[in-house]
């Protein structure tokens, strides 16, 4: 009785034990309380913000918690720009900035932060923070803001600076320091804060390459207004949300509250790069022996001017030369000459003095080929050596002789357009040498009726652009098949090469299978051009807008198309930028805000004022490569903790 009282003991105890035991297995770890999901708070600041007659250098923002600084380097904007950069530190729960250079005399100085203050454990942002001072017994507080686009495709300019002058005169900008000066962000958008009242301004922006705050190189991306800015304010209201206290991802309620508006608060400025115009030989190159190229900064009126001092330069070469001068390559007839070394020469141009001027330039080059002579004789022999074995094992066994000749290289023919075509399109040749010789009579198009094929007339030109380039036009009919040939020694190379025997069906397409778009434009009374865009918002079209204003697109391959006008000042087919020292803006760009899906048999009508919208709001965002940053927000982790408890 007892043995058994002792097992039914033991049992009960083990039992106790195990539900112990998953009872203390189930018990969850402390979760720290809720997670801080207020931002930091200033408290104190030394000297106090908006103070006056102030002489330190020194300030100190204090707040209610610990926080870290997130991109202070590049946010992080001090008006009047310094010479020598301020010493910017995040301590603890101080933010400590240091200037360096000389404070000015009864002048407002803004420390402006943007999104960059955040709370250390969570990383809550502050929002937008700027502080300021004065050295004077006033501070100035008005602001002016606006948004910097491309000039050239209006997308939003990220990191530019923004300034004001107060001194009107056009040299300033290239001789001294912007006075007040903000930052773009993702959009383009910007503030400038810390402006007096009873100034007049002229407003710019820069790309700063060299970071002295005014331009002068021509590479730096520039903006400029010639409207006279006076600062102002009116009372206003405006919206703010209310969120949950305890969640906050719920929008608890939206008041409206009293502000103050400043304006100018619409300005826009479109920022463009000067053509470069300081003009210097850049790169003499000579790859292979039979040909070298010069490259120079700058387009120019004329093109470069050889002398030889080791050859004769009198019918010594093909001269292909880009449209403006800037880029020369001579292909050398004489294997005489290529055959040298080192070519000796003097290149006589154009050239940018210390001053800037152009003056007549001279520079004595010594171009040996990258490629020499004997490494081409070795791969002639090692090729030749490599034909004669194939030769001797093809007729291995076989009473015939063995040609001991090997036949040249075919000259490289790339022949463009497919097996189908639209009937707006041509055939054409390119080649990797310029072309001495067209044989028209190696040619041989024909167009199939009914059962037949007949002959069809031609015209072959070559590219105005590109001289080792050839078109073949006809006039293709819609839906009829038609077969070109080209007979071998259809074109002869500047080196004796000839091309082969080339083949190729053609199969142009029905009207059926495209679209056509035509445009009327209101609102702009002056020579413009309509640029078809896809959606890389790249040109894949564009026409002239015609005396009723209109530009028609045809043969249009179904799709979503986009839409760009340009002013076309000048009347020479293509976007121009501006210039500062004639104060020439860039030609003005428009898009239409809309996209355009174009099907296969569909004639669309669109009319379009570029007017009718505003500028920062005419691009459509599908094509906007210079997306908005995402907007820094409170984690909201306790309500995350409170939805996966459940």
Request: aromatic share 10%; proline share 5%; net charge negative.
């Amino acid at each position: 009785m007892k043995r058994l009282y002792y097992k039914y003991l033991s049992a009960a105890f083990c039992i106790v034990a195990i539900l112990l035991i998953h009872s203390c297995a189930s018990i969850s770890s402390p979760d720290g309380g809720p997670y801080d999901e207020e931002p930091p708070k200033v408290v104190r600041c030394t000297p106090n913000d908006k103070a006056t007659n102030t002489s330190t250098k020194k300030v100190t923002i204090e707040f209610d918690e610990f926080i870290k600084l997130d991109g202070a380097s590049e946010k992080v904007v001090i008006s009047p720009p310094q010479a020598e950069p301020a010493d910017i530190k995040a301590n603890g729960k101080k933010i400590i900035v240091t200037l360096f250079d000389t404070l000015k005399t009864d002048y407002t100085y803004t420390i402006d932060f943007g999104d960059c203050i955040q709370d250390n454990n969570e990383g809550n942002p502050m929002g937008n923070y700027s502080y300021s001072f004065s050295t004077g017994a006033s501070i100035d507080t008005m602001e002016v803001s606006g948004t910097v686009l491309d000039a050239m495709n209006l997308e939003p300019v990220k990191g530019a600076l923004v300034g004001l002058y107060s001194n009107l005169s056009d040299t300033v900008f290239t001789t001294a320091p912007l006075e007040r000066i903000a930052r773009t962000n993702a959009k383009g958008q910007f503030v400038i804060k810390g402006i007096a009242s009873n100034k007049q301004y002229k407003i710019y922006a820069l790309n700063d390459a060299d970071q002295n705050y005014f331009f002068n190189q021509k590479s730096e991306g520039i903006a400029f207004n010639d409207s006279i800015i006076t600062p102002k304010s009116e009372p206003s209201t405006r919206t703010d949300s209310i969120w949950h206290k305890n969640d906050h991802s719920r929008l608890d309620s939206v008041v409206t509250v009293p502000c103050t508006r400043f304006m100018p608060d619409d300005i826009v400025l479109t920022l463009f790069t000067e053509k470069q115009t300081n003009q210097y030989l850049t790169k003499p190159e000579r790859l292979t022996p039979n040909k070298f190229s010069l490259f120079f900064t700058a387009p120019a009126d004329e093109p470069a001017a050889i002398e030889g001092l080791n050859f004769n330069t009198e019918d010594a070469f093909i001269k292909e030369f880009s449209a403006t001068n800037d880029t020369l390559h001579f292909w050398i007839k004489d294997s005489l000459i290529y055959q040298k070394d080192t070519l000796d020469m003097v290149v006589k141009f154009m050239g940018t003095d210390t001053l800037g001027n152009l003056v007549p330039t001279t520079d004595t080059l010594h171009l040996a080929s990258k490629k020499t002579m004997e490494k081409i004789r070795k791969e002639q022999n090692k090729k030749y050596e490599d034909w004669l074995k194939a030769q001797k094992k093809q007729h291995k066994g076989k009473d015939e002789p063995i040609d001991s000749i090997m036949p040249a290289d075919p000259l490289e023919m790339k022949m463009s357009g497919g097996s189908k075509m639209g009937a707006n399109e041509n055939i054409h040749f390119s080649f990797g040498e310029p072309i001495v010789n067209i044989n028209n009579s190696a040619f041989h198009l024909k167009i199939q009726k009914d059962t037949l094929w007949v002959d069809e007339p031609f015209e072959i030109e070559q590219d105005s652009a590109n001289i080792r380039r050839y078109t073949l036009m006809a006039e293709w009919l819609p839906e009829h098949n038609y077969e070109l040939t080209v007979d071998s020694a259809a074109f002869t190379g500047l080196y004796g090469n000839v091309t082969k025997e080339a083949k190729q069906k053609i199969s142009i397409s029905s009207l059926d299978e495209f679209s056509s778009l035509y445009v009327k434009v209101s609102g702009i009374d002056t020579c413009a051009i309509v640029q078809l865009l896809d959606k890389g918002d790249k040109v894949v079209t564009q026409a002239k807008l015609n005396k009723q204003s209109e530009a028609d697109f045809y043969y249009i391959k179904p799709g979503v198309y986009y839409m760009r006008l340009f002013i076309d000042k000048n009347n020479n087919g293509v976007w121009d930028t501006g210039e500062y020292a004639s104060r020439t803006q860039a030609e003005t760009v428009f898009y239409y805000p809309k996209s355009l899906e174009l099907k296969a048999r569909w004639e669309i009508e669109q009319s379009w004022n570029p007017l009718d919208t505003p500028l920062t709001e005419q691009k459509p965002l599908e094509i906007t490569k210079q997306k908005p940053d995402r907007e820094k927000s409170i984690k909201n982790r306790n309500a995350e903790r409170k939805f996966n408890k459940k």
